[in-house]
């Protein structure tokens, strides 16, 4: 199965609304010109899902969180034994991470620490 199939497939967040529904929410959150860092603390609680994010999602919070790649090493822990997940993540963030000058923790090494 591909990266996509087994992301949907791990992907489960227990309410009423769609998937898209759910996609839609947080990228028009996190989208918010003028987010601030409460906000952005508030927007953590997508981490707390039992659920790998859509990189649409994780997209849309990167320029929100451009000094920390936090996001990113929450992910790969969600992402958890689909160790295909991750790499089809930052695959589809590649242009995103290089138009905001953001490292991944495996290009900065932190993965080794």
Do not use: M
Request: hydrophobic share 35%.
């Amino acid at each position: 199965s591909s990266p996509r199939q087994l992301l949907v497939r791990y992907y489960s967040h227990g309410s009423n609304e769609t998937d898209e529904e759910f996609d839609a929410r947080w990228v028009t959150y996190l989208n918010k010109p003028d987010i601030d860092a409460w906000e952005l603390r508030k927007g953590n609680t997508l981490v707390t899902y039992d659920l790998v994010p859509e990189p649409k999602i994780i997209d849309a919070a990167l320029p929100a969180c451009r000094h920390t790649f936090r996001i990113l090493e929450a992910v790969k822990d969600k992402a958890g034994p689909h160790k295909e997940i991750y790499p089809y993540v930052i695959q589809e963030l590649r242009p995103a991470l290089h138009e905001l000058g953001i490292s991944t923790p495996e290009e900065l090494g932190l993965d080794k620490v």
